[in-house]
Each structure stands twice: as C-alpha cells, then as structure tokens.
C-alpha cells in the first residue's frame, strides 16, 4: 500500500533520526563485539521494521516497493548490519510466504514475522548450488503426512537467531535443474535441524551467516509452500524484490559516505586549503554523486513498476548489480579521498568498504545479474 506523502515523509523522518541519533554511534562497538546490543533489536521491533512489508491484516505496515525502498535507503546511511537483523523479515526471509503462502500459513506466521518475534531465513545456497541456485541437493522426500529434509544449506543470514526457514529442497530427486525442487516453511525446532557456529566475514559483523544441516527432518506436508515442484520460482521470484531492497541499501551507504567525504574534505587541508578546493578530488565526488542519483533513479523506477503489477526481473537485476557495483566504486574513492584516515579505522571509512563488497556478491552476484539482463534483453530483441 503506497502511504500518502505526509505519512511517507514522517516515517522516512522517524527512521532517519533513529539512524542518525541512535545507530550510528553504536557502529564501531557493534563491529567489535559483531554482535547488536538486544536493547536497540527491541526498539527496531518497536518502530515497526521488523513488519516494514508485511500486509496490514497481519501487522505489518505494508509499505508499496517504492515507499520500502526509500526506507531502506535511511537504513542504509548506518553500517548494514543493522538492517540485516530485521531484513531477513522484510525480505526474503518472508516474502516467499506473502506471495505464495496458504492463508493459514500467513496467520500461523506473518504476524509473528511483522512483529519481530518470529527472526526468518532463507535457505537456498548450498555448499555445491551457489550461483548454480538450481542444483539444490537437499532432498525433500515424501513420506505420508510428512516431507523428510536431509542435506547442507550454507552462508544462511540469521540462521543462528532463526526461527522459521524457508528452504528450498529436492522434492523429485529423478529430476534435475530447476523443476524438482519445492519450497518449505521450517520449524527451527523440528527435531534434526541444526545450525553451525557463524562464519568469520570480512564485513558487516553484528550480521551473521552459518550452515544449517537437515537430518531427518520431518516438515508436515502443510507447511509446504506453494506447489511441489514449483520452490524454485517462489525463490526467484522473492529475489526479484530483495534485489531491489538491496540496491536501495547500496545507494543509502553512497550517501552516507558522500557525505562523510564532504565534511572531510571541508575541514582537512593540505597546500594551505582545505580538500574541497582541490579539483581532482572534486571530480571524484562529482562521480560518486553522479553515480549514486543514476542508481536511485533506477531503483526507485523500477520499485513503481513493480508496484504497478508489471514484471521486473530484469530491471531489479539491472538496479542491483549497478547499485552493487556503484556503491563499490564509492567506498573505494572514499577510501581516497580521506586517505590514511581512510585506511585506519577512526573514521568508519574502512569498516564500509569492507561492509558494501557482500552487495556485489548475495542475493545474486553481478555476473548473475548479467546473465539475467541479457537473456531478458535477448528475449525482448533489445
Ligand atoms: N521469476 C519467475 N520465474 C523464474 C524467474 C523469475 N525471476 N527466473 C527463472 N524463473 C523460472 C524460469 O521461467 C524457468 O521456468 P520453466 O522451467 O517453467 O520455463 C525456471 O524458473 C528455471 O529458470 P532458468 O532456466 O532460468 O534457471 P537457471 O538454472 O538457468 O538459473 C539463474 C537462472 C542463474 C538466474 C538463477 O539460478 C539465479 O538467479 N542464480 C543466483 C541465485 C542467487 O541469487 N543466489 C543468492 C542466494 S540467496 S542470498
């Protein structure tokens, strides 16, 4: 549902002074203890973003892909980290179930999952199927009231506070590539399920993936979600929308980091004036500043399309491996411009060039995206 301007200005208002008053200056001591403290995950719940796209009849605030969008671009002026503790619920964690889910699974769960009570994952890649999202090998046999899971899910967001996966797995183990797999809503607590310690990442700690292992995991046929054999399409198609959400997040960290540059280069001199004068490193902003408004145009263009019931799965993988890779090249010149105060960790600088490499890597790498662009592209004749 798309808020009327005024509502839409005073959430974007609310999230931004949470951001800016009570995020950012938790960045460094989240990043050491790489963990979030439980005070700030409960406020989170009280503002609502744990339900940001969940529909209204089940709690949540239901924001269009637009209105999301922008939110997330708020979400994103702070070490993403924070986003990732409830973006899972926002995304891909739930919106397999929104858009596919029986209505008595969306009772059972949404409200739990809009809330901040139910933490969500998604469960798709795994050791052998990671671009290659077709090739699952976890098996999902058939057995009376029951299908049984067995196999290895890994770099699963939030898996270790998860309490509901959706997982995609191997329905028909005679068929291979996309049509023998189906889609379940897992119980975190269903006997044989278990999780691995969180990896040790490059950035983003307070964010954390681990392994998830099914054993003889009995999932009752009811928690199924959408056909047998159609799981890969519920994932694909929850892609398509976290692709955008991630592009938006990109774009809100290129802000940020124009803006800390931009201060920077106000009070810091070198030859007698301050960085600002220089023109080299002017062009360099210009670039930043170029790139990340291309990147919202898009993004945002394509959150209305979708809105509008039209099909975006080219146009968001167009959105996200721009945004991905712009927001790459940002951290990169921020890294430049602040120079040795770039490279140490002071000034925040280091810490999101390393937070913004993941973008160009989950929910579909660049080369993915690639593929996705062209084919569509070769498919429509240009
Ligand atoms: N929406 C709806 N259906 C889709 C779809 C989409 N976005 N993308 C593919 N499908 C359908 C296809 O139409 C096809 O259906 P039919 O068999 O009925 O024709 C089926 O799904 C298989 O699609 P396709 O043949 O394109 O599958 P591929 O194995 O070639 O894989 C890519 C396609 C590479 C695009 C896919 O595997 C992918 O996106 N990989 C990256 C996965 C990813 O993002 N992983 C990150 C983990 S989550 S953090």
């Known amino acids: 549902m798309a808020l009327d301007l005024e509502t839409r200005e005073q959430l974007l208002d609310t999230v931004a002074r949470f951001v800016a008053e009570r995020l950012r200056p938790l960045e460094a001591r989240v990043s050491e203890d790489d963990a979030i403290p439980n005070e700030v995950l409960e406020e989170m719940k009280a503002l609502g973003l744990y339900g940001l796209s969940i529909p209204e009849a089940y709690g949540g605030l239901?924001?269009?892909?637009?209105?999301?969008?922008?939110?997330?671009?708020?979400?994103?002026?702070?070490?993403?980290?924070?986003?990732?503790?409830?973006?899972?619920?926002?995304?891909?964690?739930?919106?397999?179930?929104?858009?596919?889910?029986?209505?008595?699974?969306?009772?059972?769960?949404?409200?739990?999952?809009?809330?901040?009570?139910?933490?969500?994952?998604?469960?798709?890649?795994?050791?052998?199927?990671?671009?290659?999202?077709?090739?699952?090998?976890?098996?999902?046999?058939?057995?009376?009231?029951?299908?049984?899971?067995?196999?290895?899910?890994?770099?699963?967001?939030?898996?270790?506070?998860?309490?509901?996966?959706?997982?995609?797995?191997?329905?028909?183990?005679?068929?291979?590539?996309?049509?023998?797999?189906?889609?379940?809503?897992?119980?975190?607590?269903?006997?044989?399920?278990?999780?691995?310690?969180?990896?040790?990442?490059?950035?983003?700690?307070?964010?954390?993936?681990?392994?998830?292992?099914?054993?003889?995991?009995?999932?009752?046929?009811?928690?199924?979600?959408?056909?047998?054999?159609?799981?890969?399409?519920?994932?694909?198609?929850?892609?398509?929308?976290?692709?955008?959400?991630?592009?938006?997040?990109?774009?809100?960290v290129a802000e940020r980091l124009i803006r800390d540059c931009v201060a920077y280069m106000g009070e810091r001199k070198q030859f007698g004036q301050a960085l600002s004068q220089f023109q080299l490193l002017q062009g360099m902003i210009a670039d930043c500043k170029t790139e990340s408004l291309a990147a919202k145009a898009l993004t945002l263009e394509t959150a209305r399309r979708r809105d509008a019931g039209q099909s975006v799965t080219m146009e968001a993988a167009a959105a996200k491996y721009f945004a991905s890779e712009m927001v790459g090249r940002v951290a990169d010149k921020a890294v430049q411009i602040f120079g040795g105060a770039g490279y140490v960790a002071d000034h925040g600088i280091e810490r999101l060039y390393r937070d913004v490499r993941i973008f160009r890597i989950y929910e579909g790498t660049s080369q993915i995206q690639q593929v996705v662009i062209a084919r569509e592209t070769l498919k429509r004749g240009g």
Do not use: W
């Not at 858009?99 to 999952?113: D, H, R, S, V, W």
């Not at 959706?166 to 269903?190: H, I, K, Q, Y």
């Not at 929308?241 to 592009?247: A, D, M, Q, T």
């Open 62 to 252: 239901d924001l269009s892909m637009e209105d999301e969008c922008l939110v997330a671009v708020e979400l994103g002026r702070t070490s993403p980290a924070f986003r990732s503790a409830f973006g899972t619920n926002v995304g891909i964690g739930s919106q397999g179930l929104v858009m596919f889910g029986t209505e008595a699974q969306k009772q059972k769960y949404l409200p739990g999952i809009a809330s901040g009570d139910i933490i969500t994952s998604f469960a798709l890649t795994e050791p052998e199927a990671g671009s290659d999202s077709a090739n699952v090998q976890t098996r999902a046999i058939r057995d009376g009231d029951a299908y049984v899971l067995n196999g290895t899910k890994r770099y699963i967001t939030n898996a270790n506070k998860a309490h509901l996966f959706t997982v995609m797995a191997r329905s028909d183990p005679d068929r291979a590539g996309a049509g023998g797999v189906s889609a379940f809503l897992v119980e975190r607590n269903l006997p044989g399920l278990s999780v691995g310690k969180p990896e040790k990442k490059m950035g983003q700690q307070g964010a954390h993936i681990c392994d998830v292992i099914f054993d003889n995991v009995r999932v009752p046929v009811e928690n199924r979600l959408g056909a047998e054999g159609e799981g890969f399409k519920v994932a694909m198609q929850v892609l398509d929308r976290g692709r955008l959400h991630i592009s938006a997040v990109c774009i809100g």
